[in-house]
């Protein structure tokens, strides 16, 4: 067995050696490997959204973005190739990427469907020829399989911590490779936007902003009193990983199999009314929600859609705040840009809601920018949903903005009933009474 050297090739001393994979356009670069012919086009994928979901380099050398519609696409590039997500093959993938990681070192987390840090520090790889390697040498040699095995090419970044190490892997994408030791670390840093720091979200930027906080160095520059007195516990541990500590660990725990929660489903007749169509989306969210907990997972981003009467998609993709598994928290982030797409002169056939980006569901760290009492309300609300639900069945508790969904339901069971002698029971033949806020429990 070869000791290790702690070193970069260029000599810098790296005392923690993290890696953080990152994976190049991969939903498109997975498709890819089924349509190889398509390599060099402009290609989304997303069709069932409406949306652009990820996008070749080409597609975003042509001007389309994320979360852009079928038809803004098309305008901005008429040759674009638009093809439905698949994301149990993404999914398969990912773990294909997890496994080959996992050749090398036993220490990996599952961060996300395209994503895993690897911790390499002390990581012994045998030579034949003998010799010693650097954590460098062991990060190429992953890169190369990772390309060799999947057809894919990843972005790999190597520092002392995971935040450096994600910074690391955004620096020179596609297919690039970036060490940052520990003295280079405020060159990299005064180039980096706060904003663009992982784990700092909107508010947090606005926030920082204000207090005349613009780069990650300007961040990285202050000292504990101050982060102590204007700071919450999740920026503060980002600060102290931009200073060089490692704070973070990795969570090596392995993901289920299952990359998204979709629900989607037609109502007839067609309706033009907001409200209804809301409350379709708010049916699916809470579905997905359950469905999620249960599992105690959390979604990192959503999107949803509106199928209208003549089959056009129209959608929107939200990043949420923060893992998150309560359909409140989710509706709320959704609302807004419902509000912004729905075109009342048209009539609407469909919904559909998909959560992605899951992360295990751990206990929520309160922000010193976010209301805590109304997060406490809302956990509280949500574990005795569940208890009711284990006990009754699913569904026996909604939301309020839910009903007119679940009334249409009952219309179509009783419909059915009326056509059918022998039918399972429905829903109409459960008690119910109401409880406000929340809407009918039946």
């Given at each position: 067995m070869v000791k290790l050297l702690a070193q970069t090739s260029g000599g810098t001393q790296v005392p923690r050696a993290i890696m953080h994979v990152d994976g190049d356009s991969f939903f498109v670069s997975c498709e890819f490997t089924r349509k190889p012919g398509l390599r060099g086009k402009p290609v989304v994928t997303g069709l069932e959204r409406g949306i652009a979901s990820a996008m070749s380099p080409e597609a975003k050398k042509a001007g389309i973005h994320r979360g852009m519609r079928l038809r803004d696409m098309r305008r901005v590039c008429p040759q674009v190739v638009i093809l439905p997500s698949d994301y149990d093959m993404y999914a398969r993938y990912a773990r294909r990427m997890y496994s080959i990681v996992r050749r090398y070192t036993d220490h990996v987390e599952e961060y996300s469907i395209d994503e895993c840090f690897a911790d390499l520090t002390g990581c012994p790889l045998s030579l034949p020829s003998g010799g010693s390697l650097s954590y460098e040498d062991i990060a190429r040699r992953i890169q190369a399989d990772l390309h060799d095995s999947l057809g894919i090419t990843f972005s790999l970044g190597l520092s002392v911590n995971k935040v450096m190490a994600k910074v690391a892997s955004k620096?020179?994408?596609?297919?690039?490779?970036?060490?940052?030791?520990?003295?280079?670390?405020?060159?990299?840093?005064?180039?980096?936007?706060?904003?663009?720091?992982?784990?700092?979200?909107?508010?947090?930027?606005?926030?920082?902003?204000?207090?005349?906080?613009?780069?990650?160095?300007?961040?990285?520059?202050?000292?504990?009193?101050?982060?102590?007195?204007?700071?919450?516990?999740?920026?503060?541990?980002?600060?102290?990983?931009?200073?060089?500590?490692?704070?973070?660990?990795?969570?090596?725990?392995?993901?289920?199999?299952?990359?998204?929660?979709?629900?989607?489903?037609?109502?007839?007749?067609?309706?033009?009314?907001?409200?209804?169509?809301?409350?379709?989306?708010?049916?699916?969210?809470?579905?997905?929600?359950?469905?999620?907990?249960?599992?105690?997972?959390?979604?990192?981003?959503?999107?949803?859609?509106?199928?209208?009467?003549?089959?056009?998609?129209?959608?929107?993709?939200?990043?949420?705040?923060?893992?998150?598994?309560?359909?409140?928290?989710?509706?709320?982030?959704?609302r807004p840009r419902f509000d912004k797409i729905f075109i009342p002169k048209l009539q609407y056939r469909a919904t559909g809601v998909t959560l992605f980006g899951l992360r295990s569901r751990e206990k929520r760290t309160v922000s010193l920018f976010e209301d805590s009492v109304q997060l406490q309300k809302v956990s509280e609300v949500t574990r005795v949903v569940d208890v009711l639900a284990h006990k009754f069945g699913r569904g026996v508790v909604f939301l309020g903005s839910s009903l007119r969904a679940q009334q249409h339901d009952l219309q179509e069971d009783a419909r059915n009933r009326a056509g059918q002698s022998h039918i399972m029971p429905s829903r109409l033949d459960r008690k119910h009474f109401e409880l406000i806020f929340l809407g009918e429990v039946r």
């Open positions: 620096w020179n994408k596609p297919n690039g490779f970036t060490v940052i030791g520990r003295d280079a670390i405020p060159v990299f840093l005064k180039e980096l936007p706060v904003g663009k720091i992982w784990g700092i979200g909107s508010r947090t930027t606005l926030y920082l902003k204000k207090l005349g906080i613009t780069t990650a160095l300007d961040l990285a520059l202050k000292d504990h009193v101050w982060i102590n007195e204007y700071c919450d516990l999740p920026v503060a541990r980002i600060y102290q990983e931009l200073r060089g500590t490692s704070v973070l660990e990795l969570s090596t725990q392995s993901h289920d199999d299952y990359a998204s929660v979709q629900r989607t489903r037609t109502f007839r007749p067609s309706s033009n009314d907001r409200e209804f169509c809301w409350s379709q989306l708010s049916q699916h969210v809470e579905d997905a929600c359950i469905y999620l907990r249960k599992d105690a997972r959390a979604a990192t981003k959503v999107s949803f859609f509106l199928k209208t009467q003549g089959f056009e998609y129209i959608g929107e993709e939200v990043l949420l705040p923060e893992a998150i598994a309560e359909p409140q928290e989710v509706l709320r982030a959704l």
